[in-house]
């Protein structure tokens, strides 16, 4: 049986103020704490803006929330002269547990590379924190059907050099692209079957006791109406949530997946 604890990270890409943030959080902590959320059954994570972070920080601190937060990139850089650079260390001063590398949206607007992500994820996981790596094809990989042989390449590059214990403690996010704020979900099958092709190629990296502790989300127009029935398979391990992250109720309800129906099988 998995070990892996399922985690639902809300990705609030480039939307919310500090003000806006610290109304979201509290929204999102009473609701969870009014349906007795078991943080146990799925970890929460909000990854908002970097301007949000103090704010998020100081609510979690002095609320003593179980809700945990992260950035949505870092500096490959150690600091210095990198203007506009968010430094690892900064963001581990911050309290962040999570930073997400590679995004889609970074690797398409912003020409992030494999190396790139790579270097990243070394970064964060020197600076004590867990980096999410995306990885994720497009439309035109999907219809070429190369879609798994392409992610996996992402893998191979965005996780080069890394140790077995660095591997088995970091998360991975699967989104294909074409599935990002489309509403076009993909089906429970199509997740499963590349994130079983990522913790297969895990297991040829790194091994199977390494595989077996990797978490594997998978992110794409996640909804509570869609996440029960992506969560029934064996090698999802949680979501990254865009747009369904913004409302309080409806991020609740997908951190709490394990009470909603699979509508999938019919229930
Ligand atoms: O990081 C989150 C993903 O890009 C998914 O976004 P979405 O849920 O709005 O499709």
Redesign the pocket.
Known sequence: MSTRTPLMAG?WKSNLNHHEAVVLVQKLAWTLSDKKHDYAKSEVVVVPPFTDLRSVQTLVDGDRLQIRYGAQDVSQHDGGAYTGEISAAMLAKLGCSYVVAG??ERREYHRETDEIVNAKTVKTLAAGMTPIVCVGEGLDVRQAGEHVGYTLGQIDGSLAGLAAEQVAGLVIAY?PVW???TGEVATPEDAQEVCAAIRGRLAETWGDDTAASTRILY????KAANVAAIMAKPDVDGA?????SLQAEEFAAIARFYDLPDLSSGA
């Open positions: 990705n995004h889609s989104e599935a990002i704020g992110g794409g127009s996640v990254l949530v865009g747009g369904a």
